[in-house]
Protein backbone atom coordinates (compact mmCIF):
# COMPACT_ATOMS: atom_id res chain seq x y z
CA UNK A 1 0.00 0.00 0.00
CA UNK A 2 1.33 3.26 -0.91
CA UNK A 3 0.17 6.54 0.64
CA UNK A 4 -2.21 6.64 4.09
CA UNK A 5 -5.65 5.71 3.23
CA UNK A 6 -8.71 8.10 3.47
CA UNK A 7 -12.13 6.78 5.01
CA UNK A 8 -14.67 8.87 3.17
CA UNK A 9 -16.00 11.31 5.18
CA UNK A 10 -12.32 11.49 7.34
CA UNK A 11 -10.24 14.29 7.19
CA UNK A 12 -7.81 13.03 8.57
CA UNK A 13 -5.34 9.18 8.01
CA UNK A 14 -6.40 6.40 10.08
CA UNK A 15 -3.54 6.01 11.70
CA UNK A 16 -3.11 9.78 12.66
CA UNK A 17 -6.82 9.56 13.69
CA UNK A 18 -6.54 6.44 15.89
CA UNK A 19 -3.74 8.39 17.86
CA UNK A 20 -5.14 11.32 18.48
CA UNK A 21 -8.09 9.45 19.18
CA UNK A 22 -6.05 7.89 21.89
CA UNK A 23 -4.23 10.95 23.10
CA UNK A 24 -7.82 12.14 23.85
CA UNK A 25 -9.00 9.35 25.71
CA UNK A 26 -5.83 9.15 27.91
CA UNK A 27 -6.32 12.92 28.51
CA UNK A 28 -10.14 12.44 29.47
CA UNK A 29 -8.75 9.80 31.76
CA UNK A 30 -6.35 11.67 33.44
CA UNK A 31 -8.66 14.38 33.98
CA UNK A 32 -10.79 12.15 35.10
CA UNK A 33 -8.47 10.62 37.96
CA UNK A 34 -7.21 14.20 38.80
CA UNK A 35 -10.90 15.13 39.65
CA UNK A 36 -11.06 11.92 41.82
CA UNK A 37 -8.19 12.87 43.59
CA UNK A 38 -8.66 15.89 44.51
CA UNK A 39 -11.99 14.95 46.15
CA UNK A 40 -10.15 12.56 47.75
CA UNK A 41 -7.81 14.87 49.33
CA UNK A 42 -8.33 16.86 52.47
CA UNK A 43 -5.84 20.39 51.71
CA UNK A 44 -6.80 22.89 54.38
CA UNK A 45 -8.86 24.01 57.05
CA UNK A 46 -12.27 21.88 56.92
CA UNK A 47 -11.43 21.34 53.74
CA UNK A 48 -10.99 21.74 50.18
CA UNK A 49 -13.57 24.91 49.98
CA UNK A 50 -13.08 25.56 53.31
CA UNK A 51 -16.13 25.27 54.01
CA UNK A 52 -16.27 21.82 55.97
CA UNK A 53 -18.30 20.08 53.15
CA UNK A 54 -17.34 16.67 51.69
CA UNK A 55 -18.33 15.96 47.79
CA UNK A 56 -17.79 12.50 47.33
CA UNK A 57 -19.49 9.19 47.67
CA UNK A 58 -22.29 8.76 50.64
CA UNK A 59 -20.94 7.42 54.35
CA UNK A 60 -21.91 4.21 55.04
CA UNK A 61 -25.29 3.57 57.42
CA UNK A 62 -23.28 3.87 60.58
CA UNK A 63 -20.20 3.62 62.66
CA UNK A 64 -19.72 0.30 63.37
CA UNK A 65 -16.90 -1.89 62.99
CA UNK A 66 -17.31 -3.32 59.40
CA UNK A 67 -18.30 0.51 58.11
CA UNK A 68 -15.83 1.93 59.82
CA UNK A 69 -12.85 0.50 60.68
CA UNK A 70 -8.76 1.45 61.76
CA UNK A 71 -6.11 1.09 59.28
CA UNK A 72 -3.26 2.59 60.94
CA UNK A 73 -2.19 4.19 64.40
CA UNK A 74 0.69 6.13 65.08
CA UNK A 75 2.21 7.49 68.11
CA UNK A 76 3.27 11.16 68.28
CA UNK A 77 3.60 14.51 70.72
CA UNK A 78 0.76 16.25 71.26
CA UNK A 79 -1.10 19.23 68.64
CA UNK A 80 -4.09 20.84 67.83
CA UNK A 81 -3.18 20.83 63.96
CA UNK A 82 -5.86 18.91 62.10
CA UNK A 83 -4.49 16.59 59.42
CA UNK A 84 -3.55 17.91 55.67
CA UNK A 85 -4.71 14.52 53.39
CA UNK A 86 -2.86 14.38 49.52
CA UNK A 87 -3.47 11.82 47.00
CA UNK A 88 -0.32 9.62 48.66
CA UNK A 89 0.49 11.47 51.78
CA UNK A 90 -0.83 12.91 55.07
CA UNK A 91 0.93 15.80 56.68
CA UNK A 92 0.60 16.29 60.53
CA UNK A 93 2.33 18.24 63.07
CA UNK A 94 3.67 17.93 66.96
CA UNK A 95 5.31 19.85 69.44
CA UNK A 96 7.94 18.00 70.66
CA UNK A 97 9.82 18.16 74.52
CA UNK A 98 8.24 21.69 75.18
CA UNK A 99 11.11 23.15 72.76
CA UNK A 100 10.39 22.80 69.14
CA UNK A 101 7.54 21.79 66.28
CA UNK A 102 7.89 19.02 63.96
CA UNK A 103 6.00 18.36 61.07
CA UNK A 104 5.38 14.89 59.78
CA UNK A 105 4.50 13.43 56.10
CA UNK A 106 3.20 9.19 56.24
CA UNK A 107 2.31 7.18 53.09
CA UNK A 108 -1.62 7.70 53.44
CA UNK A 109 -2.08 4.00 53.06
CA UNK A 110 -0.09 2.15 55.24
CA UNK A 111 1.36 5.02 57.85
CA UNK A 112 4.77 4.78 56.54
CA UNK A 113 7.08 7.49 57.52
CA UNK A 114 7.97 9.71 54.82
CA UNK A 115 10.18 12.65 55.77
CA UNK A 116 10.04 14.97 59.08
CA UNK A 117 11.12 18.66 59.40
CA UNK A 118 11.92 20.38 62.86
CA UNK A 119 12.30 23.78 63.83
CA UNK A 120 12.56 25.67 67.68
CA UNK A 121 9.13 26.98 68.47
CA UNK A 122 8.11 26.19 71.92
CA UNK A 123 6.26 28.53 74.25
CA UNK A 124 3.71 28.60 76.61
CA UNK A 125 0.44 30.55 76.65
CA UNK A 126 -1.44 32.28 79.80
CA UNK A 127 -2.31 30.50 82.55
CA UNK A 128 -6.10 30.44 82.02
CA UNK A 129 -6.04 28.69 78.88
CA UNK A 130 -2.85 26.32 79.60
CA UNK A 131 -5.60 23.58 80.52
CA UNK A 132 -5.67 22.83 76.51
CA UNK A 133 -2.25 22.52 76.46
CA UNK A 134 0.66 24.80 75.30
CA UNK A 135 1.08 22.76 71.56
CA UNK A 136 0.52 23.85 68.19
CA UNK A 137 -2.59 25.05 67.33
CA UNK A 138 -2.70 26.18 63.37
CA UNK A 139 -3.89 23.54 60.57
CA UNK A 140 -1.35 23.33 57.65
CA UNK A 141 -2.40 24.43 53.97
CA UNK A 142 -1.15 22.50 50.74
CA UNK A 143 -2.01 23.16 47.45
CA UNK A 144 -0.07 20.46 45.33
CA UNK A 145 3.50 20.97 45.50
CA UNK A 146 4.42 23.32 48.84
CA UNK A 147 2.84 22.56 52.59
CA UNK A 148 2.73 26.01 54.39
CA UNK A 149 2.84 25.91 58.16
CA UNK A 150 2.44 28.48 60.76
CA UNK A 151 4.00 27.24 64.28
CA UNK A 152 3.01 28.92 67.59
CA UNK A 153 6.17 31.72 67.70
CA UNK A 154 4.35 33.32 64.72
CA UNK A 155 6.82 31.57 62.24
CA UNK A 156 5.57 30.76 59.04
CA UNK A 157 7.61 27.75 57.59
CA UNK A 158 6.82 26.66 53.40
CA UNK A 159 8.27 23.20 52.71
CA UNK A 160 8.21 21.34 49.83
CA UNK A 161 5.92 18.49 49.97
CA UNK A 162 7.46 15.49 48.53
CA UNK A 163 11.04 15.77 50.52
CA UNK A 164 9.89 18.50 53.75
CA UNK A 165 13.11 20.68 52.52
CA UNK A 166 12.25 24.25 53.21
CA UNK A 167 11.63 26.46 50.70
CA UNK A 168 11.46 29.70 52.97
CA UNK A 169 10.71 30.63 56.23
CA UNK A 170 8.70 33.60 57.47
CA UNK A 171 9.20 35.20 61.26
CA UNK A 172 7.14 37.68 61.62
CA UNK A 173 8.15 38.57 64.73
CA UNK A 174 12.07 39.14 63.87
CA UNK A 175 10.93 40.55 60.57
CA UNK A 176 7.86 42.99 61.28
CA UNK A 177 8.60 43.46 65.12
CA UNK A 178 5.47 42.19 66.24
CA UNK A 179 5.08 40.88 69.73
CA UNK A 180 5.44 36.77 70.05
CA UNK A 181 1.18 36.00 70.46
CA UNK A 182 -0.09 35.41 73.74
CA UNK A 183 -2.16 32.41 72.84
CA UNK A 184 0.28 31.27 69.49
CA UNK A 185 -0.22 31.38 66.00
CA UNK A 186 -3.85 30.00 65.96
CA UNK A 187 -5.15 30.85 62.53
CA UNK A 188 -4.80 28.39 59.77
CA UNK A 189 -3.45 29.46 56.03
CA UNK A 190 -5.24 29.62 53.24
CA UNK A 191 -3.90 29.50 49.61
CA UNK A 192 -5.22 31.25 46.58
CA UNK A 193 -3.53 31.18 43.54
CA UNK A 194 -0.02 32.65 43.84
CA UNK A 195 -1.16 34.35 47.17
CA UNK A 196 -1.12 33.37 50.56
CA UNK A 197 -3.38 35.00 53.29
CA UNK A 198 -3.02 34.35 57.28
CA UNK A 199 -3.74 36.32 60.28
CA UNK A 200 -0.45 36.48 61.93
CA UNK A 201 1.48 39.61 62.87
CA UNK A 202 -1.37 40.59 65.06
CA UNK A 203 -2.88 41.10 61.76
CA UNK A 204 -4.34 39.83 58.36
CA UNK A 205 -1.31 38.99 56.10
CA UNK A 206 -0.56 38.18 52.28
CA UNK A 207 2.53 36.70 51.00
CA UNK A 208 3.66 35.62 47.53
CA UNK A 209 3.49 31.68 48.10
CA UNK A 210 6.43 31.35 46.19
CA UNK A 211 9.25 33.41 48.11
CA UNK A 212 6.87 34.53 51.49
CA UNK A 213 7.50 38.14 51.15
CA UNK A 214 4.90 40.05 52.50
CA UNK A 215 2.48 41.92 50.14
CA UNK A 216 0.62 43.76 52.44
CA UNK A 217 -0.82 43.62 56.49
CA UNK A 218 -3.98 44.66 57.42
CA UNK A 219 -6.32 45.28 60.75
CA UNK A 220 -2.78 44.97 62.44
CA UNK A 221 -2.53 45.35 66.14
CA UNK A 222 0.40 45.57 68.31
CA UNK A 223 -1.37 43.70 71.32
CA UNK A 224 -0.02 40.73 72.28
CA UNK A 225 -2.61 39.72 74.31
CA UNK A 226 -5.89 40.65 72.75
CA UNK A 227 -4.67 41.42 68.98
CA UNK A 228 -3.50 38.06 68.52
CA UNK A 229 -6.28 36.25 66.04
CA UNK A 230 -7.93 33.28 66.62
CA UNK A 231 -10.08 33.47 63.48
CA UNK A 232 -9.11 31.67 59.62
CA UNK A 233 -9.97 33.83 56.72
CA UNK A 234 -11.86 32.95 53.84
CA UNK A 235 -12.26 34.04 50.16
CA UNK A 236 -16.04 34.46 48.89
CA UNK A 237 -17.67 36.55 46.59
CA UNK A 238 -20.15 39.01 48.39
CA UNK A 239 -22.55 41.92 46.01
CA UNK A 240 -20.58 41.03 43.01
CA UNK A 241 -17.23 41.54 44.28
CA UNK A 242 -14.14 38.80 45.29
CA UNK A 243 -12.89 39.55 49.04
CA UNK A 244 -11.35 38.16 51.71
CA UNK A 245 -13.41 37.93 55.15
CA UNK A 246 -12.06 37.58 58.38
CA UNK A 247 -12.25 38.10 61.73
CA UNK A 248 -10.06 39.93 64.29
CA UNK A 249 -10.61 39.58 67.55
CA UNK A 250 -13.03 43.15 67.69
CA UNK A 251 -14.24 42.84 64.24
CA UNK A 252 -15.71 41.24 61.08
CA UNK A 253 -14.36 42.52 57.60
CA UNK A 254 -14.02 42.55 54.20
CA UNK A 255 -10.64 43.04 52.26
CA UNK A 256 -9.49 43.78 48.91
CA UNK A 257 -7.48 40.50 48.29
CA UNK A 258 -4.88 42.61 46.23
CA UNK A 259 -4.31 45.29 48.19
CA UNK A 260 -5.80 44.46 51.69
CA UNK A 261 -8.13 47.69 51.61
CA UNK A 262 -10.81 46.91 54.45
CA UNK A 263 -13.69 47.23 51.96
CA UNK A 264 -16.18 46.80 55.26
CA UNK A 265 -16.21 46.51 58.70
CA UNK A 266 -18.47 45.57 61.56
CA UNK A 267 -17.70 45.12 65.50
CA UNK A 268 -18.38 42.14 66.91
CA UNK A 269 -19.03 41.56 70.68
CA UNK A 270 -16.96 38.63 72.39
CA UNK A 271 -15.89 38.15 75.70
CA UNK A 272 -12.38 39.25 76.27
CA UNK A 273 -12.29 38.75 72.39
CA UNK A 274 -13.25 35.42 72.13
CA UNK A 275 -14.34 35.95 68.54
CA UNK A 276 -12.73 32.10 67.69
CA UNK A 277 -15.25 30.52 64.81
CA UNK A 278 -14.08 30.95 61.00
CA UNK A 279 -16.81 33.30 59.31
CA UNK A 280 -19.03 31.09 57.07
CA UNK A 281 -20.75 32.45 53.97
CA UNK A 282 -23.67 31.31 52.35
CA UNK A 283 -24.57 33.01 48.90
CA UNK A 284 -24.63 36.95 50.16
CA UNK A 285 -24.95 35.73 54.03
CA UNK A 286 -22.12 36.00 56.56
CA UNK A 287 -22.67 34.46 59.85
CA UNK A 288 -20.76 34.59 62.87
CA UNK A 289 -20.86 33.25 66.78
CA UNK A 290 -19.10 34.48 69.63
CA UNK A 291 -18.03 33.76 73.12
CA UNK A 292 -19.73 36.22 75.10
CA UNK A 293 -22.02 37.82 72.17
CA UNK A 294 -24.60 36.75 70.19
CA UNK A 295 -25.28 34.55 66.85
CA UNK A 296 -25.75 36.82 63.72
CA UNK A 297 -25.75 37.00 60.02
CA UNK A 298 -25.11 39.42 57.75
CA UNK A 299 -25.81 40.43 54.11
CA UNK A 300 -23.57 42.97 52.40
CA UNK A 301 -25.11 45.11 49.90
CA UNK A 302 -23.21 47.83 47.25
CA UNK A 303 -23.47 51.51 48.12
CA UNK A 304 -21.96 53.54 44.89
CA UNK A 305 -19.73 52.05 42.84
CA UNK A 306 -17.00 51.18 45.20
CA UNK A 307 -18.69 51.21 48.52
CA UNK A 308 -20.92 48.38 50.82
CA UNK A 309 -23.20 48.52 53.42
CA UNK A 310 -23.54 45.55 56.05
CA UNK A 311 -26.94 45.04 57.04
CA UNK A 312 -27.60 42.53 59.81
CA UNK A 313 -30.62 40.44 58.73
CA UNK A 314 -30.70 38.69 62.40
CA UNK A 315 -29.53 37.76 65.69
CA UNK A 316 -30.23 34.98 67.96
CA UNK A 317 -29.21 35.11 71.51
CA UNK A 318 -26.77 31.61 71.71
CA UNK A 319 -23.22 31.89 71.75
CA UNK A 320 -20.59 29.81 69.51
CA UNK A 321 -17.29 29.05 70.92
CA UNK A 322 -14.84 27.13 69.10
CA UNK A 323 -16.78 25.19 66.60
CA UNK A 324 -17.27 26.79 63.10
CA UNK A 325 -21.08 25.75 62.32
CA UNK A 326 -21.93 24.03 58.83
CA UNK A 327 -24.59 24.45 56.59
CA UNK A 328 -27.23 22.16 54.89
CA UNK A 329 -30.03 22.86 53.38
CA UNK A 330 -30.15 26.29 54.68
CA UNK A 331 -29.42 25.83 57.74
CA UNK A 332 -26.99 26.07 60.20
CA UNK A 333 -25.47 23.54 62.54
CA UNK A 334 -23.86 25.06 65.27
CA UNK A 335 -22.28 23.20 68.63
CA UNK A 336 -22.63 26.42 71.12
CA UNK A 337 -20.50 27.40 74.49
CA UNK A 338 -22.48 25.82 76.64
CA UNK A 339 -22.19 22.42 74.64
CA UNK A 340 -25.88 22.06 73.09
CA UNK A 341 -26.10 21.77 69.50
CA UNK A 342 -28.78 24.55 67.37
CA UNK A 343 -29.88 24.10 64.34
CA UNK A 344 -30.68 27.63 62.40
CA UNK A 345 -32.58 28.50 59.82
CA UNK A 346 -30.82 30.73 57.00
CA UNK A 347 -33.28 33.04 56.16
CA UNK A 348 -34.64 34.13 59.44
CA UNK A 349 -32.41 32.74 61.97
CA UNK A 350 -35.41 31.42 63.45
CA UNK A 351 -34.55 28.05 65.93
CA UNK A 352 -35.73 25.07 64.61
CA UNK A 353 -34.03 22.89 67.97
CA UNK A 354 -31.76 23.11 70.52
CA UNK A 355 -30.14 20.07 72.09
CA UNK A 356 -31.24 19.51 75.68
CA UNK A 357 -28.22 17.96 76.86
CA UNK A 358 -24.77 18.89 75.63
CA UNK A 359 -21.88 16.78 74.61
CA UNK A 360 -17.50 17.97 74.66
CA UNK A 361 -16.49 21.62 74.55
CA UNK A 362 -15.32 21.37 70.65
CA UNK A 363 -16.68 19.59 68.04
CA UNK A 364 -15.42 19.64 64.23
CA UNK A 365 -17.77 19.19 62.05
CA UNK A 366 -17.90 18.22 58.16
CA UNK A 367 -21.20 17.60 56.02
CA UNK A 368 -21.84 15.16 53.15
CA UNK A 369 -24.95 15.36 51.31
CA UNK A 370 -27.95 14.93 54.11
CA UNK A 371 -25.27 13.63 56.76
CA UNK A 372 -22.96 15.67 59.19
CA UNK A 373 -19.96 13.95 60.97
CA UNK A 374 -18.77 15.86 63.97
CA UNK A 375 -15.59 14.58 66.29
CA UNK A 376 -16.23 15.64 69.73
CA UNK A 377 -13.30 16.40 71.88
CA UNK A 378 -13.55 13.53 74.15
CA UNK A 379 -12.57 10.94 71.13
CA UNK A 380 -16.11 10.28 70.24
CA UNK A 381 -17.43 10.72 66.69
CA UNK A 382 -21.16 11.06 65.84
CA UNK A 383 -22.67 11.10 62.76
CA UNK A 384 -26.38 12.34 62.46
CA UNK A 385 -29.06 13.40 59.59
CA UNK A 386 -29.68 17.25 58.48
CA UNK A 387 -33.16 17.24 59.99
CA UNK A 388 -34.57 20.65 61.01
CA UNK A 389 -36.79 18.89 63.33
CA UNK A 390 -34.85 17.60 65.84
CA UNK A 391 -31.36 16.50 66.06
CA UNK A 392 -31.24 12.86 64.16
CA UNK A 393 -28.86 10.78 65.53
CA UNK A 394 -27.51 7.86 63.76
CA UNK A 395 -24.98 6.55 65.11
CA UNK A 396 -22.15 7.54 67.86
CA UNK A 397 -18.79 5.69 68.05
CA UNK A 398 -15.83 6.04 70.71
CA UNK A 399 -12.58 5.98 68.86
CA UNK A 400 -10.05 7.59 70.90
CA UNK A 401 -9.38 7.53 74.71
CA UNK A 402 -6.96 10.84 73.47
CA UNK A 403 -8.86 13.91 73.58
CA UNK A 404 -9.97 15.26 69.74
CA UNK A 405 -9.18 18.61 69.68
CA UNK A 406 -7.90 18.48 66.16
CA UNK A 407 -10.29 19.36 63.03
CA UNK A 408 -11.39 15.70 61.47
CA UNK A 409 -10.10 15.23 57.79
CA UNK A 410 -12.22 13.18 55.54
CA UNK A 411 -11.23 11.83 52.40
CA UNK A 412 -12.61 9.40 49.97
CA UNK A 413 -13.00 6.28 51.33
CA UNK A 414 -10.77 6.77 54.49
CA UNK A 415 -11.19 9.38 57.36
CA UNK A 416 -7.96 10.55 59.78
CA UNK A 417 -8.36 11.56 63.30
CA UNK A 418 -5.17 13.58 64.97
CA UNK A 419 -5.55 12.31 68.41
CA UNK A 420 -3.44 14.59 71.06
CA UNK A 421 -0.67 11.72 71.20
CA UNK A 422 -1.62 10.03 67.84
CA UNK A 423 -2.61 9.67 64.34
CA UNK A 424 -4.98 7.01 63.10
CA UNK A 425 -6.40 6.29 59.42
CA UNK A 426 -9.67 4.85 59.32
CA UNK A 427 -11.62 3.26 55.90
CA UNK A 428 -15.37 3.68 55.35
CA UNK A 429 -16.79 0.32 53.78
CA UNK A 430 -20.08 0.07 51.34
CA UNK A 431 -19.78 3.82 50.12
CA UNK A 432 -23.40 3.67 48.61
CA UNK A 433 -24.05 4.01 52.39
CA UNK A 434 -27.24 0.74 52.05
Keep these: MGGA ?13 VLRSQMILRFAALCILAAELGAAEWPQWRGPDRDGQVRGAPWPADLKPGHLDRQWRLPLGPSYSGPIVAADRVFTTESKDKESEVVHAFDRATGQPLWRQEWTGAMKVPFFARSNGDWIRSTPAYDGETLFVAGMRDVLVALEARTGAVRWRKDFVAELKTPVPAFGNVSSPLVAGEALYVQSAGAVVRLDKRTGQVIWRALGSDDAMNGSPFSSPVLATLAGRRQLVAQTRTDLA ?12 QGIEAFRGMNILTPVVVGERIFTSAYGGKTRAFELQPRGPNGFTLKETWQFKAQGYMSTPVWVGGHAYLHLRNQRVLCLDLASGAERWTTPDGFGKYWSLVANGNHLLALDERGELLLFRANTDKFDLVDRRKISESDTWAHVAPAGDQLFIRELDGLSAWKWHDPAGK
Aim: aromatic share 12%; no cysteine; proline share 12%.
Design 5 to 17: AVEPGWQLPIGEF
Design 254 to 265: GLDPETGAVLWS
